[in-house]
């Protein structure tokens, strides 16, 4: 009886102790880059079935998120370059890469300062826009 009180008493204190270093972690969603599109037209995807053609609407999706000094950036439903500009009072970033339906890019915020930047990421005519805080060592 003794050992199974002592070994609950144990567990709970542990758990009491590790439960602020839990909650610390930060979540993923909180990095997330809020990006809104200015602009842009519908683009038409072909599908070539075995003797029928559709025609499908088909909206890129794009995702950015900050992490510890780096930008990433996941494009989906495109085909082409994607332009990356990242812009603040102190520094500029710029940066492409080729996205064949679907496509990822870190960008390394080494070299900016800390401080509020914009990304616009350009898929043809179309542009998305967002902000976020890049804080000292890669810190927010």
Known sequence: MKKTFFAFLLLVVSSTLLF???ALAQDPVEDKIELSRQ????????????FSMQAVSVEPEVEAY?????VTISVQNYRG??????????????TFFEVYDMGFEAVNLNGL????YTIRITLG???FTGTFNKGQHGRR
């Open 125 to 127: 005519s179309d542009v």
């Open 66 to 70: 900050n992490y510890r000094n780096v």
């Open 20 to 22: 602020p270093f839990s």
């Open 39 to 50: 602009g842009g037209t519908t683009r038409i995807a072909s599908a070539d079935r075995m």
């Open 81 to 94: 370059s994607a332009l990356v500009e990242i812009i603040g009072n102190k520094g500029a970033k710029q």
């Open 113 to 116: 300062p800390a401080g509020e």
